[in-house]
């Protein structure tokens, strides 16, 4: 069967592709948490790393998108891509960064005790649930995604997975590297970091392109 070469070029490059945009936010992922061990072995500071607006973790989170907004600098929609991906993003991670250390700085223990893992647990998930629901929020709003009844069923559902991995991140990643102990260790804090980031970051990038890859059907019928 023979079709029109030129008109699907088009179609693709209107369209968000699911995979295409999951495998370059993936990569993106990637180089945000090499980015991001980097900074944090080069200059190891848990008090700046761990600030709620200026650390690291805050102003790399740009290159969780730049990958992306690379490879589809074609397709329809990129000036939207990238204010989300520069500004909007980088926004909801500070709100969640700001909440989750709000709290964190009053529980967090000094000495260990039975309820710490509560503490390390409810730590992650507050920024799990901000960032997650900050971020989808924003991803409806600037119309990268439809605001139907299927979408805000992978909304609401992603928002529980990503606290929940927020939670389970912050948490296990500290039960795994002690990195709350003293003697101060820096490649312990690197890995705890990524244990809170990267896991996150992946099932993100998973749900923010299957979220993008949907219209609306009027959009899809024209």
Request: glycine share 8%; net charge positive; proline share 7%.
């Given at each position: ?202 099932a993100f990038a998973f749900l923010a392109a299957w979220l993008m890859r949907l219209r609306p059907a009027s959009a899809a019928a024209a």
């Amino acid at each position: 069967m023979t079709g029109d070469p030129l008109g699907h070029a088009h179609a693709r490059r209107r369209n968000v592709r699911f995979w295409h945009a999951f495998i370059w936010l993936l990569v993106g992922a990637i180089v945000y948490a090499v980015a991001l061990a980097f900074a944090l072995m080069l200059y190891p500071d848990p008090k700046d790393a761990l600030a709620p607006v200026v650390g690291p973790s805050l102003y790399l989170t740009p290159l969780f998108g730049l990958p992306y907004l690379i490879a589809s600098a074609r397709q329809r929609g990129w000036i939207r891509r990238l204010i989300y991906f520069t500004a909007l993003l980088g926004y909801a991670h500070v709100v969640a960064n700001n909440l989750a250390w709000r709290y964190g700085v009053v529980n967090f223990p000094l000495e260990p005790g039975p309820r710490d893992y509560f503490h390390f647990l409810a730590t992650g998930a507050i920024g799990g649930l901000a960032g997650s629901a900050l971020a989808f929020s924003f991803l409806v709003a600037i119309r990268l995604a439809p605001l139907t009844l299927g979408t805000r069923t992978i909304i609401f559902a992603g928002i529980a997975a990503l606290t929940l991995l927020g939670a389970l991140g912050m948490a296990q990643g500290l039960v795994m590297t002690q990195a709350w102990e003293m003697p101060f260790t820096p490649s312990r804090f690197v890995f705890w970091f990524l244990c809170v980031h990267l896991p996150w970051q992946i099932a993100f990038a998973f749900l923010a392109a299957w979220l993008m890859r949907l219209r609306p059907a009027s959009a899809a019928a024209a």
